[in-house]
């Protein structure tokens, strides 16, 4: 036996679906890149970055920023600051959970 769904999707009798292409090819997808180079030059410059990241913000969610003038041992320093955090034990991720935006860092 064989359905289709309401996304004209088909499946099988065990209810697999047959069709398994993603609907948004990988060649499709491509993370935004914002250039900050030039942010400091002039209004128009700085402004048509902060349109991009709205735009990709609003979009995609997520961004990538080059040109920002971070050196690599801050950005590498953060990541594994990142890392040791989530790998707390949780009840020790718990004492920054807050909903106090007042606070300099939370935990959602």
Do not use: C
């Amino acid at each position: 036996m064989v359905a289709k769904n309401s996304n004209d999707e088909t499946k099988d009798a065990t209810g697999a679906l047959e069709d398994k292409k993603p609907f948004v090819s990988a060649s499709e997808f491509s993370v935004p890149i914002i250039d900050l180079v030039g942010v400091h030059v002039d209004a128009l410059s700085r402004g048509g970055i902060v349109e991009k990241i709205k735009d990709a913000a609003e979009k995609w969610g997520i961004f990538q920023v080059i040109n920002h003038g971070d050196p690599l041992s801050v950005l590498e320093e953060i990541k594994d600051g990142v890392v040791r955090f989530h790998e707390e034990d949780p009840e020790v991720k718990k004492s920054y959970f807050s909903r106090d935006y007042t606070k300099t860092f939370n935990y959602f």
